[in-house]
């Protein structure tokens, strides 16, 4: 699938990233800091996920946060103070690492209020996105830059005018962590209709092992269909809910990429653990460092 088209659709401008969790799973780091905050090797885990929607087009970025999230605003601002000292230290490199961020994307926030779930989070976004195709990317979920999914799926609203949600084949028994799909073939390669989705099935109820992974492209169809989502699972307003009834409805549905790509999950402190050696052993500046200490460091673990 190419990403650039003649669509009969307006094109996707907009990313909205809900940044509102309260990151209980990291406590005490996360006490007075938000989760996204927390650096995967160098950078925080929010500032990849900005990147992603930069590098897929999205330039203007909606946060919808919570309390305690000054932090993340203060990243993606500029930092006089800071930029002087580097400055008259002549230190260009470092200088130029702090300004990515603050030059990175058309940044806005509003807050959740209530945090009454994913479905809520979205549905805050409603006014800045107006009746426009937008994207909504998971923090806790990180894409390789090497394998991106965004352009693949921006390609599948071009030609559908539909939600298009990121699926990816998990062991069957980790299903219940994810919204699952049911899907069909259709004559795009790579493109499948979803025909039903499921927020965190237990594994036998399970339609397919096919789990939705935090990555969506919305067709504003979407808003209306979360007015009326009703509480779900864990008693929250979910977008697999919302989404189901789209891709059941006779609008333009719901259609799944199968992404097969590398991605890292930061969500649990083995999950984030695993995704900070996994990014640092690909780097080039510390990759062969990292990879020949680990090799040591496991063979002393098996003697
Ligand atoms: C959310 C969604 C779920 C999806 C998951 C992907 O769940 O509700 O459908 O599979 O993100 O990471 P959460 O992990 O926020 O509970």
Redesign the pocket.
């Known amino acids: 699938m190419s990403s650039m088209s003649n669509s009969e659709f307006p094109p996707v401008r907009k990313a909205v990233i809900p940044v509102a ?1 309260l990151g209980t799973r990291f406590l005490p780091a996360t006490k007075a800091t938000p989760k996204e905050m927390l650096p995967v090797v160098d950078k925080p885990a929010i500032q990849y996920v900005v990147e992603e929607a930069v590098a897929a087009g999205l330039t203007d970025v909606l946060m919808v946060t919570g309390r305690n999230k000054r932090p993340l605003e203060d990243h993606f601002d500029r930092v006089d103070g800071l930029e002087a000292a580097l400055q008259a230290k002549g230190d260009q490199e470092k200088l130029q690492l702090i300004r990515e961020s603050s030059e990175l994307a058309d940044i806005h926030f509003v807050r959740q209020g209530d945090p009454l779930g ?1 479905g809520h989070a979205v549905l805050k976004g409603e006014q800045h996105v107006g009746e426009e195709p937008f994207a909504v990317l ?1 923090g ?2 990180l894409i390789d830059e090497r394998s991106p999914v965004l352009p693949d799926m921006i390609a599948g609203y071009d030609r559908t005018g539909g939600s298009v949600i990121a699926l990816m084949e998990v062991p069957h028994e980790s299903i219940s ?3 699952c799909a049911a899907v069909q073939e259709t004559e795009v390669d790579g493109l499948v209709r979803v025909t039903d989705l499921v ?2 099935p237990d594994p036998a109820d399970a339609p397919s092992n096919l ?4 990555r969506y492209v919305l067709s504003p169809e979407i808003f209306p269909l979360l007015h009326r989502t009703e509480p779900g699972r864990g008693d929250e307003i ?3 809910d919302a989404l189901k009834a789209q891709a059941r409805g006779d609008g333009h549905g719901v259609y799944g990429v199968l992404f097969t790509g590398e991605r890292y ?1 930061t ?1 649990d402190k083995f999950s984030y653990i695993k995704a900070v050696i996994q990014l640092a052993s690909r780097r080039d500046d510390l990759g062969e460092e990292l990879r020949t200490w680990l090799k040591e460091f496991v063979a002393g673990l098996e003697d």
């Not at 789990?211 to 935090?214: E, H, L, P, Y």
């Open positions: 969790g994913l998971l806790d979920d962590m994810y919204g927020e965190k789990a939705v992974i935090g979910q977008l697999t999950d969500g």
